[in-house]
């Protein structure tokens, strides 16, 4: 077994270590859980550090347990929120968990029969059968709401309520009682799986610590917790966060392009610091890295490998090299057949916020001649004449190929049954869409 905590330290992956948990991972193969959130069925890139938690713990010799919350995902943590989250039913979650599953498993090996096996639970499949007076009598009495009320995710949403708020201010009972339930999760599974370790963010502390109270009150047992430091980038932007939103990690929503771009557009300091949390590089390796990409800074070696190693692991080897190949496509020496291999989707991230035209698709069956195409037909081009002139300067490309005068374009040229590039120069780009 390889010491964890150490693993966790040269990556500056701690923030919190409750005394005692170092030497208690080093006695004997253990088990720890992470909770995840069902309320989306992807998790996105700001749940890849927790989710490194339990790989480097597998890769350590230990036991990972990956937490669905389907039962506090009906109530909603208040931890760093400043609102009630939307309320999903059993189906809605289920369908949720077997996608979260689908994505942990390219990071966990739940396959394995040995002991340090992954394993995911719900926690909403012991919690189902709870009545609430059960609750409130066999876990509510040992845990005081002046211990509740001292933790910062309750006192940071606890405010006078207004006449003018209707009452919908401030923190209501259900979220109120989030703290309990995980930390009824963390004394469900010492009981049943021996889990001895609850892992998750800095902001995640309070609820965790409550469920260690509860293992040592209600089990007479000891617990530990370890939490990461919340990433953030070095501009001050949130980490995880694009215009569109969040990165996920399922394709359906962040194409493996955009997924690719994201690491790779990262900053050299943020990207010293993602390599270290986001990959399994050794230390060695990783310094080797950074040394080389202080040398030659322009060639973002890091930023290179950082995208490489994250895509693979989170898409596959093959939707990374498509990944590679659509980014040389703005900026390398790409051609018609390369543009030609491109989903329509990646076609249309790779060109986003390239200008766009749409013409009948009848007009491409005929055959579109290009003055058309760059002017008349779409406006790329100011005017026919200078359509002409640019033709003659030969300057016009379709596809990445260079067409004279008299070209005309039709199905053959089509990307994906719909789309033609237009381009003038190196870096002036049309989009023309055949409906």
């Not at 009495?141 to 606890?158: E, F, L, P």
């Not at 490489?308 to 190949?325: D, F, G, P, R, W």
């Given at each position: 077994m390889k010491n964890f905590i150490e693993e966790l330290r040269w990556r500056n992956m701690i923030h919190d270590v409750m005394p005692g948990a170092e030497e208690h991972l080093m006695e004997a193969v253990r088990s720890a859980y992470v909770g995840f959130d069902p309320t989306a069925d992807s998790l996105h890139i700001g749940n890849l550090v927790p989710i490194m938690l339990l790989a480097h713990f597998q890769r350590c010799g230990h036991k990972p347990i990956a937490l669905v919350g389907g039962a506090t995902g009906m109530i909603g943590d208040p931890s760093g929120k400043s609102a009630e989250r939307n309320l999903l039913d059993e189906k809605t979650l289920r369908h949720n968990q077997e996608s979260i599953k689908k994505q942990l498993a390219h990071f966990l090996d739940f396959n394995s029969d040995t002991e340090n096996g992954a394993e995911l639970v719900n926690n909403y499949d012991w919690m189902k059968e709870f009545s609430f007076l059960d609750f409130i009598r066999d876990v509510?009495?040992?845990?005081?709401?002046?211990?509740?009320?001292?933790?910062?995710?309750?006192?940071?949403?606890?405010?006078?309520e207004t006449e003018d708020a209707g009452g919908t201010e401030g923190m209501s009972f259900t979220e109120f009682t989030y703290q309990l339930v995980q930390g009824y999760?963390?004394?469900?599974?010492?009981?049943?799986?021996?889990?001895?370790?609850?892992?998750?963010?800095?902001?995640?502390?309070?609820?965790?610590?409550?469920?260690?109270?509860?293992?040592?009150?209600?089990?007479?047992?000891?617990?530990?917790?370890?939490?990461?430091?919340?990433?953030?980038?070095?501009?001050?932007s949130k980490f995880g966060k694009s215009e569109g939103g969040n990165v996920w990690l399922s394709a359906k929503y962040t194409s493996p392009y955009k997924f690719y771009q994201y690491w790779l557009n990262s900053t050299d300091v943020d990207s010293e610091n993602f390599i270290r949390i986001f990959t399994f590089l050794g230390k060695d390796e990783i310094e080797a890295l950074i040394a080389?990409?202080?040398?030659?800074?322009?060639?973002?070696?890091?930023?290179?490998?950082?995208?490489?190693?994250?895509?693979?692991?989170?898409?596959?080897?093959?939707?990374?090299?498509?990944?590679?190949?659509?980014?040389?496509?703005?900026?390398?020496?790409?051609?018609?057949?390369?543009?030609?291999?491109?989903?329509?989707?990646?076609?249309?991230?790779?060109?986003?916020?390239v200008p766009k035209a749409t013409v009948p698709a009848s007009a491409i069956v005929d055959g579109l001649d290009i003055v058309a195409a760059l002017a008349t037909d779409t406006g790329f081009l100011k005017s026919n004449g200078e359509a002409r002139r640019a033709l003659k300067e030969n300057s016009i490309s379709v596809n990445k190929e260079k067409v004279e005068d008299g070209y005309q374009i039709t199905n053959a040229d089509l990307i994906n049954d719909k789309f033609v590039l237009l381009q003038r120069g190196k870096k002036n780009y049309f989009v023309l869409c055949a409906e």
């Open positions: 509510g009495k040992h845990i005081t709401v002046n211990y509740m009320m001292a933790k910062d995710s309750v006192k940071n949403r606890i405010k006078p999760d963390f004394f469900h599974l010492f009981q049943e799986k021996n889990c001895t370790l609850q892992m998750g963010g800095s902001d995640q502390w309070g609820n965790i610590t409550t469920g260690t109270e509860l293992v040592r009150r209600m089990g007479r047992g000891k617990a530990y917790a370890i939490t990461t430091p919340l990433i953030t980038k070095a501009d001050g080389e990409h202080n040398e030659a800074p322009h060639l973002r070696l890091l930023q290179k490998r950082l995208a490489n190693e994250i895509t693979a692991m989170v898409h596959s080897e093959e939707e990374l090299e498509k990944a590679i190949q659509a980014s040389g496509i703005l900026f390398g020496k790409s051609t018609s057949e390369d543009l030609k291999k491109l989903d329509e989707q990646t076609f249309l991230d790779v060109f986003d916020g």
